[in-house]
Structures are given as C-alpha cells and as structure tokens.
C-alpha cells in the first residue's frame, strides 16, 4: 500500500462545478483529519488501490497500549462499513473502544468520501455488484483471510450481499439499522376491511423527507450541491442532529462540514445507490428475498435504534426465515438511526461482546 495523494477531477459534465461549490477532495481531507486527531489509538491510513485501478480510502486502528501486538494481530479483524453518504470519520466514537483486542478497519465505500468516484450502471443488480466485488478486491489488496463484517445502513446491505457471495471470509456479520431489507407494502385500499393490530413507527426525519423529494428527479444530495455556497448552511439546517451528536468532541460545525465535504463532491457512489432504489426506503432487491442464501451456519446480528424509522420487526422476519440458524435481534435504547452515535457506549458494548464469541 502506498500514501497516494489527492487528485481532483478536472473534467466529464460535473467539472464547472467546483467554482460554484465551496468544496474540494482536500477539504474534505482537512475536515477528516480534525476528526481523526481525536483517535487515540495507532491509525494507519492510505489509499488501498484495486486491480481496476479504482483507490478505496482505508483506516486501520491497532491498540497502542497492547503489551503482545503479535496477539491482536492475530485476532479476527473487525470491519466496519458506513452508510449512505458516510465516511471513515463517522465512526469517531467507536474506533478506539473496538480496537482495544482486535485491529479495526474502515474504509469508504467506492463512490462515497476520499475513494474513488466512478461511473456506476441504472441497473439495480449491477450497481449492487459493483459495489460488492469494490470490497472483495479491497479484501483481496489487504490479504484479510477472514473478518467480522460489520455494515450500518446502505453498507449493511451490501456486507449481507458481500457475505452470500463470499461467507468463507466472514467470521461474523453485524447487521446496524440496515437500509434495503423489506419489501416495499403494498398499498392498502380503504375500507377493505383488513384486521390487525397497527404498529406505530417513528417518521422519517426531516432530512428523509427532504431527500425524498428529489430523489425521483436527481440524484439523492443534487440538492446539496445545487445549492452552491449555501449548501453547508443547507446540511447544518437539515442535518442539526450531527452536530449535537458529537458535540463534546466538536463545538463548531466539524461534523456538518465532514458530512457536506463527503457529499458536495462530484456524484458517484449515490447514482448505485439511486440505482438500487425503488424510492428512498425501499430496495429494488430486497434483502430479505436473499437472506436464505447466508450460510446456515453463518452468525448474524441486527441492531436497531429503538427511535429509528428504520423497521425492526424486520429483524424479526429475517430470524424466522433463517430458522434455527444463529441469528440475533438487539435493540438499543434511546438510539436513532446512527445508533453508534447516539448511544456509542452501549454500541461499543455489544459490537466487543460479538467479536469476542469469534475468537
């Protein structure tokens, strides 16, 4: 692996945007780096580049205290996946508790933060491969025989669609609020007389709703960068919630200029993304259709914020059709969608418990 530095598109459709938006690879690599400065731990963080040439932007974080290193070398490697329009820096809260008995990788998925943007095809089916095939290459490039595959959101989906094509190398699979997983309901007709007790969900936040409102037009964050220089006051008055969520390790707007910085850049990993939707909340291929490829053998943890809007009685459905296989539903407290964020403490807790039935 080499430290390769930053180049920035200079040409395609997209070019004459960067005078327009008050955003570039370097600052978004200068906001990733105050992140990561709070890591007390060893970080390790280069550019892994593929056979395709395509570079995924890679993080891994080795306890700096542990008196026999050679031992945690040898454990498992925990790898954490981010979601929909994420980063390495979002797991800030988390990478020094995880690491403390097993190296920590995290990386940003192909289209999304400092990797590589590339063209990505409208087929649902395509996009998702393309995303998939990203990380076995990525897994490939590091050597790593085997993990604990660990997907919030958007990268749940793709760490189960990951471990169905490739479960000789997942020890573990950690499901966190995975988007993808339901079928889409079916429109009931009034009156039609239907019995049954109605289960009340939390509403998709704000910002679900915003991005909603585009996303049948444009990409999911056109907006964001339509929006020019008023795209970060955009993403501070949509996405409020990340700022208070890290408010004891930033008091200024680090986590809202990240989260901009991540998603002003030239569009790539959401036009898969877009691909692979029916709308904002539902998958083309729901997961759920597929989760009876995972070996039967195979562990599988669902965690859940208990205020998210994502659906946890899907856990539930994925358990029954799993059978007797290990499958575990945990509901955490007080917790939203960014359930690692909102309640990190308790997230770190049962993550560590499950990497240490591993080994």
């Known amino acids: ?12 459709y997209w ?10 690879m370097s600052l978004l690599k200068s906001a990733e780096a105050k992140i990561l400065a709070c890591v ?20 891994k974080v080795t306890n700096k205290t542990s008196r026999k290193p050679t031992n945690q070398a040898a454990q498992t490697p925990l790898v954490m996946v981010h979601g929909f329009g994420g980063g390495v ?3 800030i809260r988390n990478l020094d508790a995880l690491s403390q008995s097993r190296p920590v990788y995290a990386f940003d998925l192909l289209g999304f933060g400092r990797s590589s943007r590339p063209s990505f095809p409208s087929d649902a089916s395509s996009a998702e491969e393309q995303f998939v095939s990203s990380v076995e290459q990525w897994r490939q490039s590091l050597g790593l025989e085997r993990m604990i595959l660990l997907g919030h959101s958007l ?19 950690i499901l966190v609020d995975a988007w993808g997983f339901p079928e889409r309901p079916q429109q009931q007709v009034q009156g039609s ?26 990409n999911p964050l056109a907006v964001i960068r339509a929006a020019g220089p008023w795209g970060p006051g955009l993403v501070n008055r949509f996405r409020p919630d990340f700022k208070r969520k890290f408010e004891d390790l930033f008091d200024d707007d680090t986590m809202t200029q990240y989260i901009y910085h991540c998603n002003a850049q030239n569009p790539s990993g959401e036009v898969g993304f877009k691909a692979m939707c029916e709308s904002f909340g539902w998958a083309k291929r729901p997961m759920v259709q597929r989760v009876n490829l995972l070996p039967p053998s195979m562990p599988v943890t669902m965690l859940y914020g208990a205020l998210s809007w994502v659906d946890s009685t899907t856990g539930n459905t994925v358990a029954q059709i799993r059978g007797k296989s290990p499958t575990s539903v945990i ?3 007080d917790a939203s969608h960014h359930v690692y964020a909102d309640q990190p403490e308790e997230f770190n807790r049962v993550v560590q418990n499950i ?4 080994d």
């Open 89 to 91: 820096g979002l797991w």
């Open 40 to 59: 007390q731990n060893d970080v390790w963080s280069r550019f892994v580049t593929l056979p395709n040439q395509n570079r995924t932007w890679t993080l």
């Open 155 to 173: 990268g749940g989906y793709l760490a189960t669609s990951y471990t169905i094509q490739y479960p000789e190398r997942v020890s573990h699979l």
């Open 355 to 358: 990497c240490n039935t591993v």
């Open 193 to 218: 007389g239907g019995q049954g007790s109605e289960v009340k969900r939390v509403s998709p936040p704000r910002w679900v709703k915003a991005v909603v409102s585009v996303v049948s037009l444009f």
């Open 15 to 24: 070019s004459w945007w960067p005078s327009w938006r008050p955003t570039s």
């Open 331 to 333: 509901l955490i407290e």
């Open 1 to 12: 692996m080499q430290d390769e530095t930053d180049t920035e598109p200079t040409s395609g």
